[in-house]
């Protein structure tokens, strides 16, 4: 990956795209995440899907992170 660093935040109405672009010479996708005012563009060449699943990989263990977190929230006002 290139160097980069940026945040945002994640919101219920985050959008996602991905457009695939099937040129002989170089294809690509391109994953869009947005909202309102902030897009952002992952470019993935062939031969980086595996770079893809990882990262399906983590957003899935980060939602199960939040859902834990909500959860632990929920459990202590209930005893508060």
């Known amino acids: ?3 980069l660093t940026a945040s945002a935040h994640i919101e219920p ?3 996602f795209r991905v457009t695939p672009f099937a040129d002989r010479t170089n ?3 391109c994953l869009r ?3 309102d005012s902030v897009e952002l563009a992952l470019i993935a060449r062939v031969g980086s899907s595996e770079a893809l ?3 399906a990989a983590a957003a899935i ?3 199960g ?3 834990a977190m909500a959860d632990d ?3 202590v006002t209930s005893h508060g």
Do not use: S
Request: proline share 4%; charged share 30%.
């Open 1 to 3: 990956m290139k160097t």
């Open 27 to 29: 294809p690509f996708v």
């Open 61 to 63: 263990e980060a939602a």
């Open 53 to 55: 699943r990882a990262l």
């Open 73 to 75: 929230a929920a459990e």
């Open 33 to 35: 995440i947005g909202g």
């Open 13 to 15: 109405d985050t959008r």
């Open 65 to 67: 992170t939040l859902d």
